[in-house]
C-alpha cells in the first residue's frame, strides 16, 4: 500500500514538475537537459567546432543540448558529437551513438577507435550505475562509474579540456573530488537548480589536465 502511495505522490509531482513541463515544451527527452544547461553556462563551457563525448546518453537530453550548442547557420552541426549508452537511443540529427556497456573494454575501444585518435574538448557523463540500497556497496558502484569517465577523459581530452560528470554526496564522495583533483587543474561542485532538493546528485566539473596520457589498453 505504502509502495502505490509513493509511487501516485512521484507521479504527480512529475506531472506538476516546471522542468518537466518546459522539456515537453522545448522537445527534450529529460528534465535532466535543463542541469547540463545551467553547468555550461556557470562554466562558459562548450562552442561551435568542439568534439563532445556524452556517456550514459539514453534517452538523449544531453546530447540535445550539445547539438543546440553546435548548431551553425543553416542547421550543420560545426563540431562532433559521440554518445554512448548501454540502452538504445532515439536517433538524433548529428549525433553519432554506440550502444554498448561503458565498462566493457570492447565498448570502449570502439568508442576510441571511432574517434580515430581526435582529441576531445568536453567529456558529460550522466551516468549512474543500479542503486541496491546498501551504502557501502553503493558508493564503490558510483566511484566506479566516476573512476572510468576520469580515466577516459584522461586519455582523450585536450589539455584544456573539460569532464562533467554526474556523482552523490555520502560515503565515497570526497575520494571521488580528491581524485579529480589529482587530475584537473580546477575542480567545482554544481548542484544545478533542476536538481531535485532531496536528490543527493552533485555534478563534478574538471578543467585543464595537469598531465594528460594515453588511454589504458
Known amino acids: 500500500m505504502a509502495k502505490k502511495k509513493f509511487s501516485k505522490a512521484w507521479v504527480q509531482r512529475h ?6 513541463k518546459m522539456a515537453q ?13 545551467e553547468i555550461l553556462d556557470a562554466e562558459k563551457l562548450l562552442r561551435r567546432g568542439d568534439v563532445v ?20 547557420a543553416g542547421g550543420a552541426i560545426d563540431g562532433r558529437i559521440v554518445a554512448l549508452d548501454l540502452l538504445p537511443m532515439e536517433p538524433i540529427a548529428g549525433v553519432e551513438f554506440i550502444q554498448g556497456d561503458f565498462r566493457d573494454d570492447a565498448v ?33 558502484r558510483i566511484a566506479h562509474v566516476c573512476e572510468l569517465a576520469l580515466e577516459f ?7 584544456e579540456g573539460a569532464l562533467i560528470v554526474k556523482a552523490f554526496h555520502g560515503s565515497g564522495f570526497s575520494q571521488i573530488v580528491q581524485t579529480f583533483k589529482q587530475h584537473f ?3 567545482v561542485e554544481r548542484k544545478p537548480k533542476a ?22 589498453p
Open 185 to 187: 587543474t580546477r575542480v
Open 15 to 20: 506531472i506538476h514538475d516546471p522542468y518537466v
Open 108 to 140: 570502449l575501444q570502439e568508442l576510441h577507435d571511432r574517434l580515430g585518435g581526435q582529441a576531445v574538448d568536453l567529456v558529460i557523463s550522466d551516468m549512474a550505475p543500479n542503486l541496491s540500497g546498501v551504502a557501502s556497496a553503493d558508493s564503490a
Open 153 to 159: 577523459a584522461c586519455g582523450h581530452l585536450k589539455p
Open 53 to 72: 563525448v556524452d556517456l550514459g546518453s539514453t534517452p538523449g537530453s544531453w546530447s540535445q543540448i550539445a547539438r543546440e550548442r553546435l548548431l551553425a
Open 195 to 216: 536538481s531535485r532538493d532531496e536528490s543527493s546528485e552533485t555534478f563534478l566539473v574538471g578543467r585543464g589536465l595537469k598531465s594528460p596520457r594515453e588511454p589504458a
Open 25 to 37: 515544451q522545448k522537445g527534450y527527452r529529460a528534465r535532466a537537459a535543463f542541469k547540463l544547461t
